[in-house]
RNA sequence: GUCCCAGUAGCUCAGCAGGAUAGAGCAACAGCCUUCUAAGCUGUGGGUCGCAGGUUCGAAUCCUGCCUGGGACACCA
């Protein structure tokens, strides 16, 4: 829509050039109150290159101001304020969004270049924790996102399948493990050898030591290590996989940190090769300078670190896909990571690295305080997905019990739910986890957003609707219903720019609200010659909300 | 100690490329289902925008300092 354009060249034409278009619409807001129109412009600034008051100035400029596009044009105070022709307007949306349909709000701007995304990335062996939520969800959404605005993602699941923390369980599962135990239930008692092992090493910590060693060995490829390994990976993947079917995520690549066992000795080369490798205290580290501080690569006994995996990880997914840009979408705890990461990179010659982002995010507390999986204080995730949907069943029976495929439409809200509260506010924000917060179906949740589509649709099913007919004139009431509709390009754009899936979800809950006030306001299913327009609205909503709930992983099931 | 992030209504959060009366949801209270799904709608009460300075015609928004909370800071990831 160019109306904010529109508006901008014709204050450059009212002010005879005085100032530049780019200055001008850089400064068009959108008024608080729908009652001051659909734009605004304030005039403070103009009165300092003219001498006048800028209640002056507005006046001028309203006066000299006209358009078949605008209704109206005044100037209440200081400002200029535009209002648009709401039959044109709205019959100008309508028909784009009906004629485009879920790719309505799509664009072109990432030109088919690759978007390799890190995301999800759970621990193999450990359960799959309300932790790795934010992760898979932010992730996925972005992934969506990025997609919408012409980029090629790539969603990769970097699984934590590598590391000291093997040589640890395998150390447990030698002394303390039992194999028919772990046969039965995989997850969970290696979870139980886990915990063990730290409170055991609390007291004695050559048990550290001893972890360290075995992890050594399986990196050497000790074949009893690496069987050991091998069968925590697939049992581990096994439990993954049900969780990932329930959310309905796929992945491009599940390359966990192993994969770049065998990558590794290429970078330590690379960075022998430009004299960035030192020894200190026994490591050998990048030194970064004063401000960083240095960048672990090798441990005392010659093991590789998180910080060496990835960087062979980073320099393998730039020559594997050649992307634009690269995300890892990881806790903001890991920050200090991706920085030194990045610089390292850049040390190595490495230009792209500036196209690499760290998507950080909020953590996920119990009480104000980090999970630990040491100490066993974590949340399932799939024990909260299938609370979300039970409670989504029963509110079916109670509410619309002859609903076909149940089931499968109580999955869709109950994950609704779940997903939803991850995305809707700023990913940056830790959450605090509750339970009762993340079941609620009413106010700000996804389930009230799948039920105002459900509605519409359900309307829609009524009223014969038939695409195709011309709209004449919307119900005065309908006004921000299509605001909303033709704002939904640009929030989908800078959504995408800025990394941030919650102005999509903010999107749907706004539009959401002023789809069901109008639905209170006004019988739409009347008879009457407005009846036709009002369906093709209905219908505009239907469609945007379902590709916004879709942007954000989650279903927009038409009965509910 | 150093660095990063946050502090807005009882609670959870929007708003923060400076602009017109600081907005939602939850919770509380009061209404609305013989008519389109009440997972909804309407109304009421509730705010020194952490504190103190500064920049500006104008600051919740930008700058500085302080307070409070959280996180990161070498052989975990």
């Known amino acids: 829509m160019k109306y904010k354009e529109l508006f901008a060249k014709k204050l450059v034409q009212a002010c005879n050039g005085v100032v530049e278009y780019g200055d001008l619409i850089q400064r068009i807001e959108i008024p608080k109150h729908e009652s001051l129109g659909d734009y605004a412009f304030p005039c403070f600034q103009l009165a300092k290159f003219e001498k006048m008051s800028p209640n002056k100035i507005a006046e001028n400029l309203a006066s000299d101001m006209n358009d078949p596009s605008f209704e109206k044009v005044e100037a209440v105070g200081?400002?200029?304020n535009v209002f648009l022709n709401k039959t044109t307007?709205?019959?100008?949306?309508?028909?784009?969004?009906?004629?485009?349909?879920?790719?309505?709000?799509?664009?072109?701007?990432?030109?088919?270049?690759?978007?390799?995304?890190?995301?999800?990335?759970?621990?193999?062996?450990?359960?799959?924790?309300?932790?790795?939520?934010?992760?898979?969800v932010i992730g996925n959404a972005l992934a969506l996102l990025v997609e919408k605005v012409g980029y090629c993602p790539i969603r990769i699941n970097h699984l934590g399948d590598w590391g000291?923390?093997?040589?640890?369980?395998?150390?447990?599962?030698?002394k303390w493990g039992n194999e028919q135990k772990v046969r039965e239930q995989t997850i969970k008692e290696l979870l139980n050898l886990y915990i063990l092992f730290h409170e055991k090493a609390e007291l004695d910590p050559v048990l550290e030591d001893e972890g360290r060693k075995a992890f050594k060995e399986l990196e050497q490829g000790d074949p009893e290590a690496v069987r050991l390994w091998d069968w925590f990976r697939e049992e581990s993947l096994k439990e993954f996989n049900r969780i990932y079917d329930l959310m309905g995520i796929t992945f491009d690549s599940t390359n966990g940190e192993a994969f770049y066992n065998d990558k590794m000795q290429r970078v330590i080369e690379m960075l022998e090769e430009k004299n960035l490798l030192v020894e200190s205290n026994g490591a050998m580290v990048v030194d970064l300078g004063e401000d960083t501080p240095p960048c672990l690569i090798k441990k005392k006994d010659g093991a590789s670190l998180y910080a060496t995996r990835d960087l062979?990880?980073?320099?393998?997914?730039?020559?594997?896909?050649?992307?634009s840009q690269s995300l890892y979408v990881v806790g903001n705890e890991q920050s200090l990571h991706f920085k030194q990461l990045i610089e390292v990179l850049k040390k190595l010659g490495f230009d792209w690295a500036d196209h690499m982002h760290h998507i950080n995010f909020g953590m996920m507390l119990k009480d104000g305080k980090k999970m630990s999986t040491r100490k066993g204080k974590v949340v399932l995730l799939e024990e909260v997905l299938s609370e979300a949907i039970e409670l989504a069943k029963e509110n079916i029976e109670a509410k619309n019990p002859n609903l076909e495929n149940k089931s499968v439409i109580a999955q869709?809200?109950?994950?609704?739910?779940?997903?939803?509260?991850?995305?809707?506010?700023?990913?940056?924000?830790?959450i605090d986890f509750s339970l009762e917060d993340m079941l609620r179906v009413e106010g700000e949740t996804g389930p009230y957003v799948q039920y105002t589509h459900?509605?519409?649709?359900?309307?829609?099913?009524?009223?014969?609707?038939?695409k195709g007919e011309t709209i004449e004139e919307l119900d005065e009431e309908a006004w921000s219903v299509v605001t909303k509709l033709r704002h939904f390009p640009n929030v989908v754009e800078r959504a995408a720019t800025e990394y941030d899936p919650s102005q999509i979800a903010k999107f749907v809950l706004e539009l959401s609200r002023a789809f069901n006030k109008y639905y209170g306001q006004v019988r739409l299913l009347e008879e009457n010659s407005s009846k036709q327009a009002r369906l093709q609205l209905v219908s505009a909503v239907a469609i945007v909300l379902q590709e916004g709930l879709r942007l954000l992983g989650l279903h927009a099931p038409k009965e509910m």
């Not at 809200?413 to 506010?425: P, S, T």
């Not at 519409?456 to 009223?463: F, H, P, V």
């Open 454 to 466: 459900a509605r519409a649709c359900s309307i829609l099913r009524k009223g014969n609707y038939q």
């Open 312 to 323: 062979a990880a980073a320099i393998y997914r730039y020559e594997t896909y050649d992307f």
């Open 164 to 174: 000291t923390q093997f040589g640890k369980l395998i150390t447990a599962y030698r």
């Open 412 to 430: 869709q809200i109950g994950v609704g739910a779940v997903l939803f509260h991850d995305l809707k506010n700023d990913r940056r924000n830790d």
């Open 78 to 80: 200081p400002y200029v």
């Open 89 to 136: 307007v709205a019959s100008d949306v309508i028909h784009l969004v009906l004629s485009q349909e879920g790719k309505y709000g799509s664009s072109e701007i990432g030109e088919g270049g690759a978007v390799t995304i890190d995301l999800s990335s759970p621990n193999i062996a450990k359960p799959f924790s309300m932790g790795h939520l934010r992760s898979t």
